[in-house]
Nanobody, 125 residues
Framework: QVQLVESGGGLVQAGGSLRLSCAAS????????MAWFRQAPGKEREFVAL????????YYADSVKGRFTISRDNGKNTVYLQMNSLKPEDTAVYYC??????????????????WGQGTQVTVSS
């Protein structure tokens, strides 16, 4: 059974940085793409970033492009989200997500079967 556990959230001032981590277990991590989504209060869960199984391809939502970086360490079964130049509108619960198949998923919630419990990121102005 796939398990995803996020960590690294917290409270930060606008312009600051945070690094989120997601530890995965339950299957061969290096065969699967991984993604980050976020959900702000009263809004739908939205795509943030996606990384291929080798880490050679990455994709970002326009709202975070140039500020956030997704990476992975297959030796540690962990995916990261480095968030720089944070803005108050980045405030949300951030979720790690994994697809059911070893193919490249789309940046859509529908393509992911496995989710972490989420970690809160709050950016104060």
């Amino acid at each position: 059974q796939v398990q995803l556990v996020e960590s690294g959230g917290g409270l930060v001032q606008a312009g600051g940085s945070l690094r989120l981590s997601c530890a995965a277990s339950g299957r061969s991590f290096s065969y699967y793409a991984m993604a980050w989504f976020r959900q702000a209060p009263g809004k739908e869960r939205e795509f943030v970033a996606l990384i291929s199984w080798t880490g050679g391809s990455t994709y970002y939502a326009d709202s975070v492009k140039g500020r956030f970086t997704i990476s992975r360490d297959n030796g540690k079964n962990t995916v990261y989200l480095q968030m720089n130049s944070l803005k108050p509108e980045d405030t949300a619960v951030y979720y790690c997500a994994a697809p059911p198949l070893a193919t490249m998923p789309r940046p859509s919630r529908d393509d992911y079967d496995y989710w972490g419990q989420g970690t809160q990121v709050t950016v104060s102005s």
